[in-house]
């Protein structure tokens, strides 16, 4: 076991599956010379040569598009786009395309393909604080995964390069700090697979990203008044591993779901349906959400933290919630 | 070219016409549903283009796929197929006309977004340069592509890495009913790789020997380590941008005028004239062709549908099994 940050733990993920497999390069914008916007790609060009760690014009559509061609190909490239915002820009790519071509061409096409991006916010305004999961979940054929630790950061990465199918890997600018305990081997996570943080009686509080971390948080300081709530990171979001949840659910009989982005449409209304479609007998009240208001988020360091929900938002969740 | 490649020219290009003609009439019949974009008038590009190919290069095409398919060696009875939606079709049912491919053929595919697939036509080229396999990429586009952002990421891309693919436009002069004049600021569509620093030229889309000779010219010189270039095919397509057009936008005298330099007739009276044709020689493959088509009808008729199995199978790769069904999409979801 190493101490490491989530973003350190991510860089391992990827000079490990570097090493292992000639057919693995990165691409993106500033990966190399400039060392990664977040400097998750630190490095990697001293050992890796340009040949696989490539820097590309500010061109999201082709980033994609090509890392697309380049893995129906046999390569297995993972692309970097520097922050999801700029995903939309790539839309096209990865909603026609990459998600569609092994299903539409029979199963004979595959894009074992990484996409890379990060969510986040800290007073960048209205177009560089969103987070689009639930666009992403949204679509068959394609895999959404979002770590909220450095060990599944790693693990996690190192099974979405492996899979042959295409990856869209939802990093956390305000997560890359963290620091964890990683497993130091060559240490792969499943995907598709939901983890319970912590155990607890009274409420399971379900979530993933920075919200994991949020609610992790928020159940540490409840149960500083007696209330032991459960907590799940999804990790993965296509596809929902959802028998945890509802299996927990079934003992708390009561359900938050938490999330960072918009309430309406967002993740967070997926995992109430589920809930109450498999586990509505067992519920004693309705499944509270925690998100973000629904406005763009402002530049303003006070009106953005009213905007994107925290552990205060968690706690006052439950607290209502375990009254009813 | 000798005499019998010429003549496989010859055969290939009538193939695909009536291939097309026949898939018209199916159409009318209700046998081929959804979109059918007809490849008549502009078989010798494909055929030119294919032919100037080695072996294992990549093609990736538009959704006017049908001659590109054929001419890349695809059965006509599995394309028919597929065009029928049968589980036999080269896609399995479940692409479509607009979605033919044969990967062991290095065909990757039709794509029906327009300009989408030039990213990933310059990714394989990537893989191409990665692997340094000397193997190039053929990636056909229509005219109305290169107004749209994927053009232009693709080919400074392409050219910034200089990757091994040629960018082969077919100006049929119209994006579904808008004339390029109206749509295009730049007329002269080749000139459009100017911006890249890439080698760009026009050619007659109407003569096989001359795509073929211009596609062969520019994948060597992608072969050869050169990087990209970008080739303008002026063809026409004689139908309708797709079966339900009214073509309201032209006039019956430009069709017309286009169909005087009809390829496919052009080409026969060259191979007569140059004695590489009897009259009663091109009879006998115009008979042949007829059967092709034929079996290939009756092979789409007789062919069964997927299963419904199938709906679920090929969403992911790989021997995991991923949750398609329950609850998000044939349980509760549906």
């Known amino acids: 076991m190493a101490d490491l940050t989530y973003r350190e733990a991510l860089r391992q993920a990827l000079q490990e599956e570097m090493r292992r497999d000639e057919r693995v390069f990165v691409m993106g914008e500033d990966v190399a010379a400039y060392g990664g916007t977040y400097a998750v790609t630190k490095g990697l060009v001293d050992e890796f040569g340009e040949k696989r760690v490539k820097d590309t014009p500010i061109a999201e559509s082709v980033i994609v598009g090509s890392a697309m061609g380049a893995a129906m190909a046999g390569l297995r490239p993972v692309a970097e786009l520097m922050t999801v915002n700029f995903s939309l820009l790539a839309l096209d790519q990865i909603v026609n395309h990459a998600a569609k071509l092994h299903y539409m061409f029979g199963g004979q096409i595959e894009v074992p393909m990484v996409v890379r991006t990060a969510a986040g916010w800290g007073q960048l305004g209205p177009t560089h604080s969103q987070t689009f999961e639930n666009y992403f979940a949204y679509v068959p054929g394609l895999l959404v995964v979002a770590p909220a630790s450095p060990r599944d950061a790693k693990g996690l990465l190192k099974a979405a390069i492996r899979d042959p199918n295409p990856v869209i890997f939802l990093e956390h600018s305000l997560l890359y700090s963290l620091k964890g305990e990683v497993p130091d081997d060559d240490f792969v996570e499943e995907l598709g697979r939901s983890r319970v943080l912590r155990r607890g009686r009274d409420v399971t509080i379900v979530s993933y990203s920075r919200m994991a971390v949020a609610s992790m948080i928020a159940a540490e300081r409840l149960a500083g008044e007696g209330i032991e709530a459960e907590v799940i990171d999804l990790r993965t979001l296509r596809p929902l591993d959802m028998e945890p949840v509802l ?28 809930i109450y479609e498999h586990a509505f007998d067992y519920l004693d009240a309705p499944v509270a959400r925690v998100a973000s208001f629904e406005v763009p988020v402002a530049y303003n360091r006070s009106l953005e933290r009213q905007t994107i929900p925290d552990e205060e938002d968690v706690i006052d969740a439950v607290r209502k919630l375990v009254k009813r | 070219m000798n005499r019998d490649e010429l003549v496989s020219l010859y055969h290939q290009m009538l193939l695909i016409r009536r291939f097309e003609e026949k898939a018209a009439e199916e159409y009318a019949l209700g046998k081929i549903g959804g979109f059918l974009h007809l490849y008549i008038g502009e078989e010798a590009v494909a055929v030119g283009a294919v032919s100037a190919m080695a072996k294992d290069d990549h093609l990736v095409t538009h959704y006017r796929d049908h001659g590109y398919a054929l001419a890349k060696g695809c ?16 896609s399995g049912g479940k692409g479509g006309s607009m979605h033919l491919a044969d990967v062991s053929r290095h065909f990757w595919g039709g794509y029906a977004i327009v300009g989408g697939h030039l990213p990933l036509a310059t990714g394989i080229a990537l893989a191409c340069q990665y692997q340094e396999n000397r193997q190039v990429v053929l990636c056909v586009l229509g005219e ?43 007329k002269a569509i080749h000139a459009k790789g100017c911006a890249y620093g890439m080698p760009s030229r026009q050619v007659d889309g109407m003569d096989v020997l001359l795509v073929r000779e211009a596609v062969s010219n520019a994948l060597e010189y992608a072969r050869d380590g050169l990087g990209p270039s970008i080739l303008e095919a002026m063809t026409y397509r004689y139908r309708g941008h797709s079966m339900a057009d009214p073509e309201l936008y032209r006039h019956r005298e430009e069709v017309e005028t286009w169909k005087l330099r009809d390829p496919v007739r052009h080409f026969e009276t060259s191979l007569e004239m140059g004695g590489f044709l009897t009259p009663e020689q091109a009879e006998e493959l115009s008979r042949q062709v007829d059967r092709e088509i034929e079996e290939a009808v009756a092979f789409a008729e007789q062919s069964p549908e997927p299963e419904p199995a199938a709906i679920c199978e090929d969403v992911y790769a790989g021997t995991q099994e991923r949750e398609v069904g329950t609850p998000v999409g044939l349980g509760q979801g549906r």
Not at chain 2, 147 to 158: D, K, P, V
């Open chain 1, 247 to 274: 299996e927990s659910v079934r003992r708390t009989n009561r359900a938050v779901v938490v999330e960072e982005g918009w309430r309406s449409c967002g993740m967070g209304a997926e995992i109430a349906a589920r």
């Open chain 2, 75 to 90: 059965e006509p009875k599995r394309v028919m197929a597929e065009l029928f939606g049968k589980a036999t079709g080269v």
């Open chain 2, 144 to 186: 109305g592509a290169t107004n749209i952002g994927e053009f232009h990421e693709s080919l400074n891309l392409a050219a910034l890495w200089r990757l091994p693919i040629v960018y082969l436009v077919e100006n049929n002069s119209y994006g579904m009913g808008t004339h390029l004049a109206r749509a295009s600021a730049l």
